[in-house]
């Protein structure tokens, strides 16, 4: 029966892509006057490509020291960090630095755009550190503008914007230099509900159309609804089941 396929051969299947972000065992502790604070404490999590993460808890839960030790900028006390295939740990400075500035990027809740420039100069801040000439950085920044729908704001400073639209700046600027991750702690934090939403749903369309990779901390459940996955942190420690992806979603065939 030539060209009759048989319907018990197995097929080959795809390879799952590998992990974005694989955290192993990781803790935190600081030292103080009353002795040791355990800031993580053995937290292992992995998270795959394209997908929208909230990572929610209380203040002092350990959301900010999690973050700080994806992005580098804290030094675990033991465990392993891997973000896009780089063990974060085993990086110098220099090389941390080459990290955020290439495939990882932050926004922070206080947007941290510079007052004397405008919102064009502010998003093209990390292309002019890369050296970009200024052709091509004009044309990087005009693309992003218009993707956070800023393009009528670009010669405004930041104070002469609303924080809704100093948010959209600073995830502009991020997008600069097509990072893999994106690092957002507490974005909506100094928004009302209204602007928060519609940074949410920014964050959401980007993960979509960019296929990049958002960790997003928040004390707001409602980004949940939005997430493709929620990590729930409480006293430094990943709740059990917490890391499992929702039930239904884009990333989820």
């Known amino acids: 029966m030539s060209g009759t396929q048989d319907p018990f051969l197995l097929t080959e299947r795809e390879p799952e892509p590998e992990p974005i972000v694989i955290v192993e065992g990781l803790t935190r502790t600081y030292s103080s006057g009353g002795g040791d604070v355990h800031a993580l404490a053995g937290v292992t999590f992995s998270l795959p490509v394209g997908a929208l993460i909230a990572l929610v808890g209380r203040s002092g839960s ?39 500035r290439d495939r990882l990027a932050y926004v922070f809740q206080t947007f941290g755009l510079v007052p004397m420039l405008s919102a064009a100069e502010n998003v093209g801040l990390p292309l002019r550190m890369r050296g970009v000439d200024s052709q091509q950085r004009e044309e990087r920044v005009t693309e992003l503008l218009d993707l956070v729908g800023l393009t009528d704001h670009a010669r405004q400073r930041p104070a002469e914007l609303s924080g809704g639209q100093q948010q959209r700046v600073a995830i502009a600027r991020a997008l600069a230099n097509a990072p893999r991750v994106l690092i957002a702690d507490e974005p909506t934090g100094q928004l009302d509900a209204e602007t928060g939403e519609s940074i949410m749903a920014l964050l959401e369309s980007l993960v979509r159309d960019q296929g990049m990779t958002a960790i997003v901390a928040t004390h707001d459940l409602r980004i949940r609804e939005r997430a493709d996955l929620v990590l729930v942190l409480a006293d430094g420690k990943l709740q059990e089941g917490a890391g499992r992806a929702r039930a239904s979603g884009r990333h989820r065939g």
């Open 62 to 100: 350990g959301k900010t020291t999690l973050l700080n030790c994806l992005g580098g900028l804290d030094t675990p006390t033991s465990g392993r960090v891997v973000v896009d295939g780089t063990d974060v740990a085993a990086l110098d400075d220099r090389g941390r630095t080459a990290l955020r």
